[in-house]
């Protein structure tokens, strides 16, 4: 008999883990990473100076925080700003302003989505969440999950920017184990932008095949009337 793996906690934790890494880098330009230590918390909270959170539910319940420093959190938005082509004019300087909690809201958006995905793909569930609620604030504020938890758990993981700037992910969810009963095939996530650019790419080379084919028969007409 062959030993069942099982997906706990952790795993999960992991697996949102290289969604905020991956598509904060992506999208910024910035090297984001996570310290390989996890910290077990009683409660989760925002802190100041830039929160957000996301509940999510379906196979598993569970709640994400986000919660930037201004630093952390002017450092990627001014890289993302800066790499979606912005002029410096008119790019915010203050964590304070609505442009830089709404861009962070989008990101966070993309994190959750690129999540879910994950563990569709990963465990074989489904989950859905809600729209990220990002704010600036000035105060610690405590928040749960309006559900009754068997044994719940929460998590705290750090993350460092490329300037060494910090922020922090939490993340509270139900204890529990996934456990897989035979080895299954995970299919890789089809990326539309890759499949844009990849379709432009395609017709940009048989747009070029074309042109040379047209001067190559240009080149041989000319060649038969001794030109």
């Known amino acids: 008999m062959t030993k069942s793996k099982v997906i706990s906690t952790e795993d999960i934790l992991a697996t949102l883990c290289h969604s905020v890494t991956g598509v904060l880098s992506s999208a910024s330009g910035n090297d984001i990473s996570y310290s390989a230590m996890v910290q077990k918390i009683t409660r989760t909270c925002m802190r100041p100076d830039i929160g957000c959170f996301v509940l999510f539910d379906g196979g598993f319940t569970g709640l994400v925080i986000t919660n930037f420093t201004s630093q952390a959190a002017m450092e990627i938005y ?84 490329q300037n060494q700037n910090i922020f922090y992910l939490e993340l509270a969810m139900d204890k529990t184990e996934f456990i897989k009963l035979h080895d299954f095939d995970i299919s890789e996530a089809v990326d539309p932008d890759d499949i844009i650019e990849n379709e432009a790419k395609h017709k940009a080379e048989k747009q070029k095949a074309a042109n040379k084919k047209a001067d190559d028969a240009d080149d041989d007409f000319m060649s038969d009337l001794g030109l």
């Open 78 to 161: 001014h890289d993302y700003m800066r790499s979606m082509g912005m002029p410096e004019e008119e790019i915010a300087h203050s964590h304070l302003s609505d442009d830089v909690s709404n861009v962070l809201g989008e990101l966070m958006n993309q994190i959750v989505g690129d999540f879910t995905s994950k563990v569709r793909e990963q465990l074989h569930t489904s989950i859905t969440q809600n729209q990220p609620k990002m704010m600036a604030i000035n105060k610690q504020v405590q928040i749960s999950v309006d559900t009754t938890m068997d044994r719940p758990q929460a998590r705290r993981v750090t993350f460092t920017t």
